[in-house]
């Protein structure tokens, strides 16, 4: 029982193999996955997805690189994108401030707002952070948003900061970069945090974990961050799996 939290099977990296992917996610030992939008486009694959495979759910936001392209319009049709069967989050959104390809105030302004959404309609948040710990978590305290429930998608900050997460009420979620050679603050962070604020994801297409690092990932291989983990906590696989996969089950609200 594995739940990948956080995929984009909407990429179009898979335009070509959708469905032999679907094909290989359901002979797998994954049961749920979340396929999280990026932009407009891709939310609407998102919802797609979600009514054509049983074990999909989706999220639907602007990721920061996108911020740019947003308007009061487009947040009109998130909202109603949002509303869709089985979409369960907005997200994935928040800051980036390694690329910039938004400017930093563009950035943070649509943060505020996709965070107004998801407290409107009373939906979890999916975050997205990257080198801009310090503005991310100001923003979502500033904006209320531990009102509702928040998640650190591929979680690459400290583990102090995650004990700060975790008391404030929010969910680290950890991708395949644990498995790496020089994943120290990854392994930090998974001895910190306890299991039960704990989820697991591959981020797919994107960081494939060893031993398929370099290569298109996919839902399948959230195993090997979940045996990862299991190893780093002294726990059996088979309980890691249970525990995320209930955690995760939780955290979306899905039955």
């Given at each position: 029982m594995l739940f990948d939290s956080h995929?984009?099977?909407?990429?179009?990296?898979?335009?070509?193999?959708?469905?032999?992917?679907?094909?290989?996610?359901?002979?797998?030992?994954?049961?749920?996955?979340?396929?999280?939008?990026?932009?407009?486009?891709s939310s609407v694959l998102s919802v797609e997805n979600a009514a054509k495979y049983d074990w999909c759910y989706g999220a639907v936001g602007c990721h920061p690189h996108e911020a740019d392209s947003m308007d009061d319009e487009?947040?009109?049709?998130?909202?109603?994108?949002?509303?869709k069967p089985k979409i369960k989050a907005i997200g994935e959104i928040g800051l980036d401030y390694h690329y910039d390809y938004s400017p930093r105030d563009v950035q943070q302004y649509?943060?505020?707002?996709?965070?107004?959404?998801?407290?409107e309609l009373g939906m979890p948040i999916i975050i997205h952070d990257r080198e801009a710990n310090n503005d991310t978590i100001q923003i979502l305290k500033q904006e209320g948003a531990f009102d509702t429930k928040v998640l650190l998608h591929c979680y690459s900050g400290s583990a102090e900061l995650a004990k700060e997460y975790v008391r404030l009420g929010a969910t680290i979620s950890i991708a395949g970069p644990v498995t790496f050679k020089n994943a120290r603050r990854a392994v930090e962070v998974v001895e910190t945090v306890p299991i039960e604020n704990l989820l697991v994801e591959t981020d797919s297409p994107y960081l494939a974990p060893e031993p398929y690092r370099g290569k298109i990932n996919m839902p399948m291989y959230v195993k090997r961050t979940a045996m990862k983990i299991a190893e780093i906590k002294g726990m059996d696989y088979e309980e890691v799996a249970k525990i995320t996969c209930d955690?995760?089950?939780?955290?979306?609200?899905i039955e």
């Open positions: 995929a984009h099977i909407n990429s179009e990296k898979f335009d070509n193999n959708r469905e032999e992917l679907a094909k290989w996610i359901e002979e797998s030992d994954v049961d749920f996955v979340m396929d999280v939008g990026c932009d407009f486009e487009t947040l009109l049709m998130f909202k109603g994108l949002a509303k649509w943060f505020r707002r996709q965070i107004g959404l998801a407290l955690n995760a089950k939780r955290f979306f609200d």
